[in-house]
């Protein structure tokens, strides 16, 4: 089936937004648009149209300059509205303005979405009292203090509660621009669009996954700052405790305490996170069979490798690849 109707996307704009949290979401509907086009759509899937709090160009936290397509006043008819993050809508004065708008407007708009902080322009509302919503991990417990009617969940990289889609921290934003192409158009054009931008269709798990290794690299210091590095870099060698002390030139037990002490984990448990990590990499990208893969990873078997994926990740390592579909599937927008 192609396509029959084009679904206009509205981007809220304000000083001080995150810049990747409005050009993520809106790259995934654009490059939708194109496949869908190169596929023999006769009919663009989507429309975008940037809204500005007012209509003088807005500046992003990074200092990027963005000219809004219409204004408040003006804004089209919408069938979905994204509310991005930032520190403005944080600011008393553009936080009125957009939640006093997205009020007025959600019950004419079929989908209203937020990506990372930008939940805290719909919060204000009420539209989300008793509903779960995402937000990016840093500020969910201000959130759900601030906002007690609403279920926060700080590690969901994106919820559905109703029509309200709520994402996590920044690239997040994208996750949930997919799963929204995937609920309009199926997994065919979503899965192209992920190709596209050289992401995951579907990441499993959520944000403590990725937030916890740049946690690790925050966290370290001195000789443990090389340490760490390396480790990421070797999966495959031995990384016993005795290896890694020795490397680090403390004994096993001044090793474990310290690292301890800097990271707040057993050193073993990086260790699996790391070889975990790099595991879900290579599967990704089909390289080698599993049996190469858990090698390649430090294992001593595929079966050894198998058992600790699949109780890590609650899938087996076979299941994980079959996520990414074959090169060359055929698109066939709905």
Known sequence: MRAKTTRTIGMLGF??????????????????????????????????????????????????????????????????????????????????KVSAWVGRHADRIRRVATVCTGVYGLAPTGLLDGRKVATHWRYAE????????????????????????????ITAGIDLALALIEEDHGPQLALAVARELVVYLKRPGGQEQYSEPLKFQVRSADRFADLVAWIDAHPDRDLSIEALAARACLSTRQFRRRFAATFGCAPASYVENARMSE????????????????????????DA???AFERRFGVPPREYRARFAPRGASLSPS
């Open 142 to 169: 201000a959130l759900a203090a601030r906002f007690p009617a609403l279920r926060v969940d700080g590690n969901a990289l994106f919820v559905k509660d109703g029509r309200f889609y709520t994402s996590g921290g």
């Open 279 to 302: 595991a879900r990499r290579r599967l990704a990208l089909h390289t080698g069979t599993i049996e190469t893969i858990a090698t390649s990873v430090g294992f001593a078997s595929g």
């Open 305 to 307: 490798f198998r058992r």
């Open 15 to 96: 000083d001080e937004a995150n810049a990747l949290d409005v050009t993520g979401p809106l790259e995934a509907f654009s490059n939708a648009t194109d496949l869908a086009r190169e596929a023999g759509a006769t009919v663009a899937p989507y429309e975008i149209v940037l809204i500005g709090v007012r209509r003088a160009p807005f500046r992003t936290e990074s200092g990027l300059l963005f000219r809004p397509h219409a204004t408040l006043r003006d804004a089209p008819a919408l069938d979905t509205l994204i509310v991005p993050g930032g520190r403005g809508l944080r600011e008393p004065a553009t936080n009125a």
